[in-house]
């Protein structure tokens, strides 16, 4: 696995009555968790994300159905297949994003270092290869 993949593992905390996940900031999760969202209802055929952050770390979990993620530093490339509940990709800054084949259920929670700042958005990705040094 390259350097651009970081899984991290989310335990299921079962019984006989179904499983339950606990995230638990700067222990789980290696930051500070200052915001919550999640993505659901994205159309057939629509594709996400297509910027990078100059300083959000994030942690996302598909916590049902699948998508594809691509991630970028400039230099290089992996894709993966976000499927399992019990698994957290962790996603830095001066990281080039896409999310792609989101499947009708899913729905991907995305913790956040930081609150909401549409200035920390690189939304060209000629601009990322600048700010990376490519
Ligand atoms: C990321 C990937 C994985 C807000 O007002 N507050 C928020 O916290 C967020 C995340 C978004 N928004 C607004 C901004 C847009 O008007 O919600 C709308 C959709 O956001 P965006 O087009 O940025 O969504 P994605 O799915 O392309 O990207 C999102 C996150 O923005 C981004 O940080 O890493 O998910």
């Excluded at 989310?10 to 500070?32: I, M, Q, W, Y």
Aim: aromatic share 8%; charged share 30%; net charge negative.
């Amino acid at each position: 696995m390259s350097n651009l993949v970081k899984l991290i593992d989310l335990p299921p905390l079962g019984d006989d009555r179904g499983s339950l996940v606990a995230v638990e900031a700067n222990k789980t999760v290696p930051f500070d968790i200052k915001r919550v969202y999640y993505i659901f209802g994205t159309k057939p055929g629509v594709a996400r994300g297509f910027h990078a952050h100059k300083a959000l770390k994030q942690v996302a979990v598909c916590v049902t159905g699948s998508c594809r993620m691509l991630l970028d530093n400039g230099r290089e490339k992996e894709e993966l297949l976000l499927d399992s509940p019990t698994k957290g990709l962790v996603i830095e800054d001066l990281v080039w994003r896409e999310m792609h084949d989101f499947t009708p259920d899913c729905v991907l929670l995305v913790l956040a270092s930081e609150h909401y700042d549409e200035a920390d958005y690189i939304r060209n990705y000629d601009d990322f290869l600048k700010v990376v040094g490519v």
